[in-house]
């Protein structure tokens, strides 16, 4: 992308339900545009949500895609945030492939007895105190990386921007938006604009409004950079969900408008679906774990059930069914 508009292929970018990268390069900060449609409307409509609920579900499957976007991984990343509030966790994966999913544990007497007044922002009112887990699972052969902070914050984009602060030492802007603009289906989006760490001292493409210049000692023009950061953030801020979350809106007009000016270049987008990973292998692997005493809790009208928190696809097994998949074959 140039700085006189955005590019001739734009339109061969999927406005939605896609992740874009780009970097900034005259600041040398690099960044991950989300923008999602038809596929957090199937995920958040298919429950029963209350709407703070759907709000915080869908803030929480952006961040995932978004962050999920900055690494380079074979496998699937998992957002994971627990509370002793009446919602009681948050879980959405994706895939490196752009499988996307998530589901809401709400305690649904805990979320009768809220009451009207309570702390402020969706974290402590909803969630209460816990954690916020990241999760990178490549495989059995592949060692597991997880990190985990507490839920420090009003919002999900603050407690994120305190897991980067603390945990990764990675300078991180950050907005989230989700909504139903004109009560149509659901919509989402996420910017992220991260600080790129600087080799030899100096990083990026020179130039006017370009990346900060060593002095002749080497040492950074620490001042500028400072500048820099300071006026992305107030950029950023400029962003409103009616902009973001238009049904013709599109992540890279969006990124020129705000960008510009420092070189925004675009690459590759990734695109993003709602796709559930069970399926009757594991369903019936979960069953084959289980003793007799769990299957007879779990047997009613003959019936074993096995159902999807994520996609809520039901899975039902009758006694001759139950019987094959016990044996290790695969049920009728």
Request: charge should be negative; glycine fraction near 12%; include cysteine.
């Amino acid at each position: 992308m140039t700085d006189g508009g955005p590019p001739a292929s734009a339109d061969a970018v999927a406005r939605t339900d896609v992740l874009v990268p780009f970097r900034l390069e005259r600041a040398n900060l690099r960044g991950r545009a989300v923008r999602l449609g038809p596929a957090i409307d199937a995920i958040l409509t298919r429950h029963d949500y209350p709407p703070p609920v759907a709000d915080l579900l869908g803030e929480a499957l952006a961040l995932a895609a978004v962050l999920a976007g900055t690494l380079k991984y074979n496998g699937v990343f998992t957002l994971q945030a627990k509370g002793d509030g009446p919602v009681g966790m948050l879980v959405c994966d994706v895939t490196s492939d752009g499988n996307l999913r998530g589901y809401a544990e709400v305690d649904k007497a805990a979320w009768a007895a809220l009451g009207k007044t309570g702390p402020d922002g969706p974290v402590p009112r909803y969630l209460g105190a816990g954690h916020l887990a990241f999760t990178v699972d490549q495989g059995a052969d592949m060692e597991r990386y997880q990190g985990i902070v507490e839920l420090a914050g009003a919002t999900l984009t603050e407690c994120a921007q305190h897991y980067f602060r603390q945990s990764e030492q990675i300078e991180t802007l950050l907005r989230l938006g989700v909504g139903r603009p004109d009560g149509a289906g659901w919509q989402a989006s996420a910017l992220m604009i991260q600080r790129v760490p600087m080799a030899g001292g100096v990083g990026g493409v020179g130039g006017r409004g370009g990346a900060p210049k060593a002095d002749d000692s080497g040492h950074v023009d620490e001042e500028r950079r400072e500048d820099d950061w300071r006026r992305l953030a107030m950029l950023l801020g400029t962003v409103r969900n009616a902009e973001a979350l238009a049904p013709d809106a599109d992540p890279l007009r969006l990124l020129h408008r705000l960008f510009h000016a420092d070189g925004v270049r675009v690459f590759e987008a990734q695109a993003l679906r709602d796709r559930c990973r069970c399926s009757d292998d594991r369903a019936e692997s979960a069953l084959r774990m289980l003793d007799a005493d769990d299957l007879a809790d779990m047997t009613i009208d003959g019936i074993v059930t096995v159902a999807c928190q994520f996609c809520s696809r039901v899975r039902r097994y009758d006694e001759a069914a139950l019987a094959a998949v016990r044996g290790g074959r695969a049920a009728a």
